[in-house]
């Protein structure tokens, strides 16, 4: 799977994508938004990410990562939202063409957790990790970290579809690999492949972080096609 | 050993494995207690929960079981009305594996995304117990 679309054009596209949230207009309908409206609109862009499920992480104060790199724009970072130019939001909503729609979780893991959880159940690792998640982080120094990202990565994701562990889905039906360059790819399979297919996705992208005792991970996945309604496009879409 | 006697067990096992899994006391864990609201369970705690049941009782439930048991099959659309408020038909479905909600008082305000945060203890030993028993059923 190929790396997701420019940070910018992503963000812009979640802006465009918490408003279509929040209102009852459908992206085709809107060919013009105010420059006000687009600021308000992006500010509620933390609250779309939030809708995937109820009892949130994002609210809890995070320390921020100071070695995240530009993967982080990719993220769902409220400041970075509202810090889009309006020039930005404006090109993607002239475009004249729908817009993708763009689906965002986030996660936040406590690496104590992801280490007490498989030192007293160890049987469970197998799981959730797949073989190749959990050699790549045996070989780290920090592995406990990277094994909580990966965690993290895998509830984005769900986060970002909607569905949590849904029926029929394993832990390992998400999984995250990493290219030459070392940044992180989602591998779906099973059910939550066929529920991203559901969903029209086309591109998914991952962006991991962590420090010691804490590991945070964002999914945003871009999918063809408009909006339904607010909330009603889990798993109602005509066939897969 | 009769049914009423592994339901008792069943219970005293989700207790434990809630417990240990959140590190509460177990004097903490109440049957009536919510496991997401009240106990502060997430996904993971969900995991570590239902599998420590599994190793204690032999009964296998997933955490992608339970949402679908608790919603009983009943399609999204059919579930929650076009506000995500739960219809009439999701709440009688709920009553059934939730006997301790008060359908008259949730009639018209309940969201479909707060559903598992009124999920108690005692409703996940239902669950394992009612698995259970079926399994019990199908080995005669």
């Known amino acids: ?240 | 050993m009769t049914a009423t006697a592994d339901r008792t067990d069943i219970l005293a096992i989700v207790q434990e494995a809630t417990a240990d899994a959140l590190g509460l006391d177990e004097t903490d864990v109440a049957p009536d207690a919510t496991l997401l609201d009240d106990l502060g369970a997430e996904s993971i705690d969900l995991l570590d929960i239902l599998f420590r049941i599994e190793r204690r009782s032999g009964v296998k439930v997933q955490a992608s079981d339970l949402a679908d048991h608790i919603q009983g099959g009943i399609p999204d659309e059919e579930f929650g009305d076009e506000n995500e408020i739960v219809t009439a038909v999701g709440l009688a479905h709920l009553k059934k594996v939730m006997p301790q909600i008060d359908v008259e008082k949730l009639a018209g305000t309940l969201a479909a995304d707060h559903v598992m945060g009124l999920f108690t203890v005692q409703n996940l030993a239902d669950i394992v117990a009612s698995r259970a028993e079926a399994t019990a059923n199908a080995a005669r």
């Open chain 1, 1 to 240: 799977m190929p790396p997701a679309e420019e940070p910018n054009t992503a963000t812009a596209a979640k802006a465009a994508k918490a408003a279509d949230r929040t209102g009852t207009t459908k992206a085709s309908d809107r060919t013009t938004a105010t420059e006000a409206a687009n600021v308000a609109e992006a500010a509620k862009t933390a609250e779309a990410a939030k809708t995937a499920r109820p009892a949130e992480t994002a609210d809890r104060p995070l320390p921020q990562d100071p070695t995240s790199t530009a993967d982080a724009a990719a993220t769902a970072h409220p400041a970075d939202t509202v810090g889009v130019p309006p020039g930005a939001a404006d090109r993607t909503e002239t475009a004249g063409e729908s817009l993708p729609r763009v689906l965002v979780g986030t996660d936040i893991v406590v690496v104590e957790r992801i280490a007490r959880l498989f030192a007293e159940q160890p049987a469970l690792v197998g799981r959730v990790f797949t073989a190749r998640e959990l050699s790549y982080c045996a070989g780290k120094r920090r592995g406990g970290e990277h094994l909580a990202a990966r965690f993290a990565a895998k509830e984005a994701v769900l986060k970002a579809l909607g569905t949590g562990l849904g029926t029929r889905m394993q832990w390992t039906d998400v999984e995250v690999v990493n290219d030459r360059s070392g940044r992180p790819q989602v591998r779906l399979r099973g059910e939550v492949d066929a529920v991203a297919r559901q969903r029209r996705m086309r591109r998914v992208d991952v962006s991991l972080s962590h420090v010691p005792g804490l590991a945070l991970a964002s999914a945003a996945l871009v999918c063809e096609g408009e909006d339904g309604p607010a909330g009603r496009d889990r798993g109602s879409e005509p066939n897969g």
